[in-house]
């Protein structure tokens, strides 16, 4: 009798077809509709997202960018727990979804300092050192990129598998504190934030246990 595959050798098999350059794109495409968006509007010639961006266009913009970027980041952390307790092998696709993590907190922050504080750099470090939001986000930011500078296997090799790997447990304390960074960006309690940061601390739990197992 043949050999029955299982949902998750069904499902892994599936995966594997899927080449990298695809996620690539599709991830990139929320924030080159996000960035081109901008360009028109501010060319005046033509205006792409209608009356979605409220009253405060700049922090309509950059909440959308940051959202995204801890979507990813969640998507990322989500593949360890996928591979862990169910044997899906998404591994292949981790290094994309973290570089378009870092990609949208790039265009999160360039948001801010271009549109926001219009390069104001004074005026940024003071927001960095006064406000306990945007401390706790930059410091999310200086977690990641480490991470996106090591994410090459060229990089691996030089600094070895062991050492690699402890190097990335960075992202462990980066998305607790982009988390947070979400739900004190609000000024008030809101329910969204609060569930994307409830849901890092489960992947966190989940992930911590399994690593103490």
């Known amino acids: 009798m043949a050999h029955s595959l299982t949902l998750p050798e069904r499902v892994n098999a599936g995966l594997r077809t899927i080449p990298n350059w695809v996620v690539y794109l599709l991830g990139a495409l929320p924030g080159l509709y996000i960035v081109v968006g901008v360009a028109l509007a501010l060319l005046g010639i033509y205006d792409l997202f209608g009356n979605r961006l409220g009253v405060d266009p700049i922090r309509t913009i950059e909440h959308w960018l940051g959202e995204l970027a801890l979507q990813f980041f969640i998507a990322t952390m989500l593949i360890s727990i996928l591979r862990d307790y169910f044997r899906l092998k998404l591994i292949k696709f981790r290094r994309a979804l973290g570089l378009l993590t870092f990609f949208y907190v790039i265009l999160h922050l360039s948001v801010w300092i271009s ?17 306990p939001y945007i401390t706790i986000g930059m410091a999310g930011f ?72």
């Open 115 to 131: 549109l926001d504080l219009q390069f104001r750099w004074g005026e940024a470090w003071a927001d960095i050192l006064k406000r």
């Open 142 to 213: 200086v977690l990641l990129i480490p991470l996106a500078v090591t994410s090459s296997n060229a990089m691996i090799r030089r600094l070895g598998p062991v050492a690699w790997q402890r190097l990335h447990k960075l992202a462990y304390p980066a998305i607790l504190l982009g988390g947070i960074h979400y739900v004190m960006v609000q000024k008030v309690w809101e329910a969204e934030p609060l569930i994307y940061l409830a849901i890092i601390l489960v992947l966190l739990g989940l992930r911590g246990r399994r690593l103490i197992r």
